[in-house]
């Protein structure tokens, strides 16, 4: 029975996304954004907090994106999106009190 | 007779269940199928496992007076071209599977095969070159004997242990991701996902991007965050 299940629906995918153009120019900003995050390592007179801090936010932005577009999140409801971006957002905000608990002592 | 009515009808003669899209939208998680919504879940899980490996990774970095060279004849980089090579690799594997993703919605299984293929070679390529960084399987292509003989131990260091930990742990989400899509794969080219049958492509399409999605934030702050 499960497998006639499997093959038999016709599904309504009218409601589905799909759009190669923005697939394509999200995997390009990708590959801008990977060769940047590798380039800027090895540019000499930045210091350490700031290439930190470049990297994170890239590294951020390319995660996004593949959420919001390779995953669909951005065609999900807004309950479903925040849902899952707002757990997500707990360990960066923790990771942010742990750096600040870290300036605090140290200073 | 449209597509509602027709899979009434089979519903009707067949006892079918009726598709995951025909239920009315629900009022927060529209048309979302219960099979996405518990991926989403099982992902929100998972990526809090991954979080606090890193978490614990920069404590212990942030916290330690030296991170690099604490043990004599350790590496003191771990090859940031190669592994952006990797990166590439797995971005690349996420388009062809929104690619496999889009032909699926549109009917197309042969194409569905064949980006779900290239996928899948992303993903045994991604593997190999692991195997390569750690262990110099492929010493002959890339003429280095790999991390452990250059003396980065599991157990050695914190920056050993971490980096073993957590770069493992997503190879370990690599290759389950890969044996999913060879299943994904077997069963589309079995005509099981035909007739725009998206459901099953798009769960195992949400496990794949998120081991993209982790893989970025691993090379951001395993790889390229200066010593």
């Known amino acids: 029975m499960s497998q006639d299940h499997d093959q038999a629906h016709i599904t309504d995918t009218s409601r589905v996304h799909v759009d190669r153009k923005e697939y394509w120019f999200i995997f390009l900003m990708l590959f801008i954004l990977t060769v940047l995050e590798v380039g800027v390592v090895f540019v000499e007179g930045i210091s350490k907090g700031h290439i930190v801090a470049v990297l994170t936010i890239m590294a951020l932005v390319k995660a996004a994106l593949v959420g919001l577009f390779f995953m669909h999140l951005n065609h999900e409801t807004k309950i479903v999106r925040w849902g899952v971006i707002l757990p997500l957002m707990v360990p960066f905000f923790y990771a942010a009190v742990l750096i600040a608990d870290a300036i605090v002592r140290l200073a | ?227």
């Not at chain 2, 809090?48 to 007076?65: P, Q």
């Not at chain 2, 060279?69 to 090859?79: M, Y």
């Not at chain 2, 889009?102 to 593997?127: D, S």
């Not at chain 2, 110099?136 to 914190?158: A, P, V």
């Open chain 2, 1 to 227: 007779m449209s597509a509602h009515a027709e899979a009434g009808h089979h519903d009707h003669d067949h006892h079918y269940e009726r598709p995951f899209d025909q239920w009315p939208d629900d009022a927060h998680t529209g048309h979302a199928s219960m099979g996405k919504l518990g991926m989403w879940i099982f992902l929100l899980s998972d990526a809090m496992t991954f979080a606090g490996f890193l978490l614990a990774y920069g404590i212990l970095r942030g916290g330690a007076d030296q991170w690099v060279g604490t043990v004599i004849n350790e590496p003191q980089e771990f090859g940031i071209n190669f592994t952006a090579g990797l990166t590439f690799l797995l971005i690349c594997s996420s388009v062809s599977m929104v690619m496999a993703y889009a032909a699926c919605v549109e009917g197309n299984r042969k194409r569905t095969v064949q980006w779900l293929l290239v996928t899948i070679l992303g993903g045994v390529l991604f593997l190999c070159g692991q195997a390569q960084e750690y262990f110099g399987t492929f010493e002959f292509i890339f003429h280095h004997k790999g991390l452990i003989h250059d003396g980065l131990i599991f157990g050695e260091s914190h920056r050993a242990t971490t980096f073993y930990l957590i770069t493992s742990f997503h190879g370990m989400h690599v290759f389950s991701g890969t044996l999913y899509l060879i299943i994904i794969c077997y069963r589309t080219w079995k005509g099981k996902y035909d007739g725009g049958n998206y459901n099953h492509i798009e769960m195992c399409g949400l496990f794949w991007h998120f081991v993209d999605l982790i893989w970025i934030l691993v090379f951001t702050f395993i790889y390229l965050i200066p010593a």
